[in-house]
């Protein structure tokens, strides 16, 4: 059976072409109520034995009139920056009558296939002294390019003039293209990348450590002229690409770690059946083997063996929706008893689900949530506030019910 090969695994309305510039653009509609985001505080908890009450939270409407926002990062600050897909960068300030264009890259990107765009973005631990930013997007021959920018001495604008290439990654097909970036607790760079696309794998990328595609790469972007490889990465001593940290992985759909521990989670897409949330303790030393596509999920799927595949740590099947997009962990500290909660949705069904261990270190995870529209990624403020977008439109931020 051949699943729609389109953004996520889904059927999407593509862009349009001819855009205005950007001065001419719509501003998106800030809520008239909202107040500068509180100081973080860090607290790890002790594991409960359940998942929060739902009732105690709600999702609330906090920006509208976005076009295909599939990204929402902080820097750092009270602001927090939304990724369209046609390649504009918004900036948030709270307290502000609109949100602004941070930077405008529609003359590189291409849109043209639905899986493809302005896919990540992620800013350097340092941003606020040297105001470094990387993106990953598709280019119009098809290529993921990750790419760092600068921003402008006040950190209120991004240069499109400055573009450094650091890596450029071809695509065979136009869909799987991953994008997700993050800049894990140890400083470097943290790339998920597609298998390249089709269905079921075809040139059987997700396994092969002689290609980027179908991986979680980790890279050094503050030695070298582009990038240097980090010495404890898996494959530095041969056996497999020296960019490579994880491997097995079909489209991973969002990743994120967790502000407090260093773990990490993996939203990984699904071909026919399951759709599975993958999980990396911090101490991991790499080199771990989710399966794809030998498996889908933690079920088999593409024949053939490996050794020490490691199974997701949730699924679920295409009866509760068609195609995962991972969260964030819930580090708000306005929200106690959500504290250690990773959420993370479906595109399709608007499901959000909550995912913990227990005392006794045993996965839970369970519905928490329904909303409207299309889940197409979370994200979190400086202050932990965590956030859900609609590729609708419109942005989300959960909130505590008193």
């Known amino acids: 059976m051949h699943r729609f090969t389109l953004l996520f695994g889904f059927v999407l309305v593509t862009g349009c ?47 509208s009139g976005f076009t295909r926002p599939l990204a929402l990062m902080n820097a750092g600050d009270d602001r927090v920056f939304i990724v369209e897909q046609r390649g504009l960068i918004w900036v948030v300030n709270w307290g502000q009558n609109n949100p602004q264009v941070f930077m405008d890259i529609r003359d590189r990107v291409s849109d043209r296939a639905n899986e493809q765009g302005l896919l990540g973005l992620a800013f350097h631990p340092a941003f606020s002294e040297n105001g470094r930013f990387f993106v990953n997007y598709s280019n119009f021959n098809g290529e993921n390019i990750i790419a760092e920018y600068r921003a402008d001495a006040n950190r209120s604008l991004g240069n499109s003039e400055n573009e450094r290439v650091i890596l450029r990654i ?10 997700a970036l993050a800049f894990g607790p140890d400083s470097y760079l943290y790339i998920g990348t597609g298998d390249g696309g089709s269905s079921g794998d075809p040139h059987g990328n997700g396994q092969s450590l002689d290609t980027l595609l179908g991986k979680i790469l980790r890279i050094d972007v503050d030695t070298g002229e582009s990038y240097a490889i980090p010495h404890n990465n898996p494959f530095t001593d041969g056996g497999g690409l020296p960019e490579i940290w994880l491997y097995g992985l079909r489209n991973p759909w969002r990743i994120a770690f967790d502000r407090t521990t260093g773990d990490l989670f993996i939203g990984d897409v699904g071909q026919n059946q399951w759709e599975e ?20 999920g933690a079920h088999y799927y593409g024949g053939g063996d490996a050794d ?10 295409h009866s509760l929706g068609c195609s995962v997009t991972g969260g964030v962990v819930v580090r708000d500290p306005l929200m106690p008893t959500w504290q250690g909660v990773y959420l993370y949705g479906d595109y399709c069904s608007g499901r959000v689900w909550g995912l913990m261990q227990d005392e006794h270190g045993a996965w839970l995870s369970a519905q928490l949530f329904e909303v409207s529209g299309t889940i197409s990624s979370f994200g979190e403020d400086h202050a932990g506030r965590v956030y859900l977008l609609d590729h609708n439109g419109a942005v989300l931020r959960l909130e505590p019910v008193p």
């Open 277 to 296: 949330i993958n999980f990396l303790p911090a101490d991991s030393n790499g080199s771990i083997n989710f399966g794809w596509n030998l498996r889908e």
């Open 17 to 63: 072409t001819n855009l205005p510039p950007s001065n001419a653009l719509p501003s998106p509609t800030l809520a008239p109520t909202l107040e500068p985001t509180a100081h973080p505080i860090e607290t790890t908890p002790a594991r409960r034995s359940a998942l929060p009450n739902p009732s105690s939270a709600a999702w609330k409407n906090v920006l």
């Open 170 to 179: 071809e695509q065979p097909y136009a869909n799987h293209n991953g994008g």
């Open 308 to 317: 020490a595949l490691v199974d997701p740590v949730a699924e679920y099947d």
